[in-house]
């Protein structure tokens, strides 16, 4: 999943649109949109590009403060702080109508949020 390679889809496929989980840049993955130097410049061109089909997705959940008492579930929810960490930074690295779309709008659109 290089930018390069999701550049040349979306070019092709106007229907196609891309949920991104954003990792911290020590996160042991290939293909990071962020690295050691901050946003990497192949993606910050594509997520301006097509920044109207961009969304933020995880697999991550909230766990309710009644039920912070531990288990497997509070355990995963806990892993959602660094996550949501790089997630902000992220956003930030983008000029601001770009992290508006893809850290908000794009998700109220398509999946018909009510706006606030």
Known sequence: MTAATVGRLMDAHANLFVSLRVVGAQAPMLNKVLGSGGLDADWRDLLTRHADRFVIGTDSFF?????????????????????????????SLLPPDVAARIGRDNAVRLYKLPAR
């Open 63 to 91: 766990v309710s403060p009644v039920l912070r008492g531990g288990g497997p579930g509070m355990t995963f929810a806990e892993r959602n702080t660094p996550k949501l960490q790089a997630t902000v930074h992220f956003l």
